[in-house]
């Protein structure tokens, strides 16, 4: 049973933009913090944004001021805006979620990810 669903992904070119869109069966996302990872060819996977249910968000400092992570409790959903892309931020985006994340960076939910392209 998929539990996490990503979409949004896709060509851009720098400094362009994208939104990314996880959609999360409801019992994870009102229990979890919600988060974004990216993994480029060859490198480790990393954390990128995190939003906790109760508002509180944090960054990776490459993306801080260009990307937006935000929480829709109606809809399930957790969003990545990605603004002033630039061409390392290509990567596989996976959307995660952990009840532990924040504080001990332990994700119990994965997405299957969705790539993301930019093109210089």
């Known amino acids: 049973q998929v539990q996490l669903v990503e979409s949004g992904g896709g060509l851009v070119q720098a400094g362009g933009s994208l939104r990314l869109s996880c959609a999360a069966a409801?019992?994870?996302?009102?229990?979890?913090?919600m988060a974004w990872y990216r993994q480029a060819p060859g490198k480790q996977r990393e954390l990128v944004a995190l939003?906790?249910?109760?508002?509180?968000?944090n960054y990776a400092d490459s993306v801080k001021g260009r990307f937006t992570i935000s929480r829709d409790r109606a809809k399930n959903t957790v969003y990545l805006q990605m603004n002033s892309l630039k061409p390392e931020d290509t990567a596989v985006y996976y959307c995660?979620?952990?009840?532990?994340?924040?504080?001990?960076?332990?994700?119990?939910?994965w997405g299957q990810g969705t790539q993301v392209i930019v093109s210089s």
């Open positions: 409801g019992t994870i996302f009102s229990a979890n913090t």
């Open positions: 995660a979620a952990g009840r532990s994340l924040m504080t001990a960076n332990i994700v119990d939910y």
């Open positions: 939003a906790t249910n109760s508002g509180i968000t």
